[in-house]
């Protein structure tokens, strides 16, 4: 099946679409990898789907203009990439959607929420559309993300070595085999989250992200906000586990520096050394040998390089293994949704914690190619 991936991170810039001819052949996965393409938010759309987020207060006409608002956009990210890359001749769509709310509490995850309205899609493409995939991970007692542990499992159990893949998007994620090899994932804590909140604060709005990094490399770290940053519970917790904006926004780091008068680049050199930090502690019980990363995270050189200090490893991105970086997300959710449409499991439990392997997702058919849909005439009930 040629099937569209498309999928919107926690950094809130757009919709990345990738496009794959999936297809399984002697009990392995064949996946080719076609190419894809990023559609960015509207500078409207990006503004209000900011001001919606945790900790603001929204009523549900605002949820359900920007479940309406997201989906056309997904919609034409789907149509772009189906006309330029699948050459027209996709068959599926899987849809992600945004993350609005992901409800962890007391490390439970109780439910999530993605919007983008994926009837828009699916009447834009015509094609059948897989979307809402993260909630039946978590009705049967998952974490509900990362969710691409089976995908990342997969091509970890084909390559030598202790092998870690880290995606840093907003949030920070790591799959990894342990000593019996079975696959880990779980939520590191912010990636590029506190660093973008962070660029927004001190630029008074002006800018959205540190730049490949340029503010932080010219800071130095300071050791008490980072030691008060470090002290933060969830990265304690056990895995599997999960976070999101919803923990990690600007408030978060408001009142971090509350009562301090830092330099700009001081806290973004800071913020750059607790995500640096953190993955590695995340990565120092596995034993890991080389480290592979995705994400927009990967265009920081700053956060880059405090990587490769606090790890020791050298640290490449996935484009050797077959994947653009800034698309791994999106083709991973291609492969779910393949998997979804037939019958397939498209989770590995030890990723997400879940009581066992799920189909995941819900299906909006499509009309392309096929007869109109059937009228029932119906003159008189019984």
């Not at 929420?113 to 991970?137: C, F, K, N």
């Not at 800071?270 to 995705?294: C, F, K, N, Q």
Request: proline residues 6%; contains cysteine; charged residues 20%.
């Amino acid at each position: 099946m040629r099937t569209i991936g498309l999928m919107a991170g926690t950094s809130l810039d757009g919709v990345d679409a990738a496009v794959a001819d999936l297809d399984v052949r002697d009990g392995a996965l064949v996946l080719r990898p076609l190419g894809g393409l990023t559609h960015p938010y509207s500078p409207e759309l990006g503004t209000a789907l900011r001001a919606a987020l945790p900790p603001a207060l929204v009523d549900l006409g605002t949820v359900c203009e920007l479940d309406t608002r997201i989906g056309q956009e997904f919609a034409a990210a789907a149509v772009t990439a189906n006309t330029r890359i699948a050459d027209g001749r996709a068959t599926l769509v899987s849809s992600h959607g945004q993350t609005v709310f992901h409800w962890v509490q007391d490390g439970e995850t109780r439910g999530t929420l993605q919007l983008g309205q994926p009837a828009w899609i699916a009447e834009r493409t015509g094609l059948p559309v897989v979307a809402d995939l993260r909630s039946r991970d978590v009705a049967a007692n998952g974490q509900g993300a990362p969710l691409v542990g089976l995908v990342d499992a997969m091509l970890l159990r084909g390559l030598p070595g202790r092998v870690a893949l880290v995606n840093i998007g907003g949030i920070a994620n790591v799959t990894v085999l342990d000593g019996n090899g079975d696959a880990v994932a779980f939520d590191t804590g912010p990636g590029n989250a506190l660093l973008d909140a962070a660029a927004h604060h001190f630029s008074s709005g002006a800018l959205d992200r540190d730049e490949n990094g340029v503010w932080a490399r010219s800071g130095t770290v300071l050791p008490q906000l980072l030691e008060r940053l470090l002290a933060e519970p969830y990265y304690r917790r056990a895995a599997p586990k999960t976070t999101g904006k919803e923990l990690f926004h600007g408030d978060y780091l408001r009142r971090a520096l509350a009562g301090q008068r830092p330099e700009p680049a001081d806290v973004l050199a800071t913020l750059t050394e607790l995500t640096a930090r953190t993955i590695a502690a995340a990565l120092r019980p596995y034993g890991v040998t080389e480290l592979r990363v995705s994400g927009g995270g990967t265009h920081n050189r700053s956060l880059m390089a405090a990587l490769r200090t606090r790890t020791g490893l050298e640290v490449r991105d996935t484009a050797e293994l077959g994947f653009d970086p800034d698309l791994k997300e999106a083709y991973a959710f291609a492969v779910l949704g393949f998997l979804s449409v037939q019958g397939w499991a498209a989770t590995e439990p030890s990723t997400t914690g879940a009581v066992g392997p799920r189909v995941l997702g819900a299906v909006t058919p499509g009309h392309t190619g096929t007869r109109p849909p059937r009228q029932l005439h119906i003159d008189r009930y019984v």
